[in-house]
């Protein structure tokens, strides 16, 4: 009886007498997503060299942009699985066009090795590029400038 009463209490005492934890503000759809290892990346014209490929040249301003080289679109959703001060690793999902996962491996701010794979244009994809900053991006510019 006494286990019937308490249980009564919980239904008839009004849920703002219990002390909950606040809830935790999600992050703005706005605020720049921040990766240890790519602040260490300089900005500035960069080449991309995939094994059997032409080298690509991408003048980046914001070194994010090397997480989608495959997905070069605004409006994806990212999630980061691995913030370490040397290498980043996100998961990228991009409505009706794919997804990916990167990991930058940043091995001097002009330097890198890419991983990526995932599916685009309705085929899987996986490949390493060499990443290398050639200059300052000067007049040149690139549709994939971030």
């Given at each position: 009886?006494?286990?019937?009463?308490?249980?009564?209490?919980?239904?008839?005492?009004?849920?703002?007498?219990?002390?909950?934890?606040?809830?935790?503000?999600?992050?703005?759809a706005?605020?720049?997503?921040?990766?240890?290892?790519?602040?260490?990346?300089?900005?500035?014209?960069?080449?991309?060299?995939?094994?059997?490929?032409?080298?690509?040249?991408?003048?980046?301003?914001?070194?994010?942009?090397?997480?989608?080289?495959?997905?070069?679109?605004?409006?994806?959703?990212?999630?980061?699985?691995?913030?370490?001060?040397?290498?980043?690793?996100?998961?990228?999902?991009?409505?009706?066009?794919?997804?990916?996962?990167?990991?930058?491996?940043?091995?001097?701010?002009r330097?890198?090795?890419?991983?990526?794979?995932?599916?685009?244009?309705?085929?899987?994809?996986?490949?390493?590029?060499q990443?290398?900053?050639?200059?300052?991006?000067?007049?040149?510019?690139?549709?994939?400038?971030r």
């Amino acid at each position: 009886m006494a286990l019937l009463r308490r249980l009564m209490l919980l239904l008839i005492v009004p849920a703002a007498s219990y002390a909950f934890a606040a809830p935790v503000p999600a992050p703005a759809a706005s605020a720049p997503m921040s990766l240890v290892a790519l602040q260490q990346l300089e900005t500035g014209l960069w080449q991309l060299e995939v094994k059997g490929r032409a080298p690509k040249q991408l003048c980046v301003s914001d070194p994010m942009a090397l997480v989608q080289i495959e997905h070069d679109q605004p409006g994806c959703s990212r999630f980061v699985i691995a913030n370490d001060p040397k290498s980043s690793t996100v998961h990228y999902s991009c409505q009706r066009a794919g997804w990916g996962r990167t990991t930058v491996r940043v091995e001097t701010p002009r330097t890198a090795t890419i991983q990526t794979q995932g599916i685009a244009r309705n085929a899987p994809f996986d490949y390493s590029v060499q990443a290398k900053r050639l200059g300052s991006c000067g007049t040149q510019v690139s549709s994939r400038q971030r």
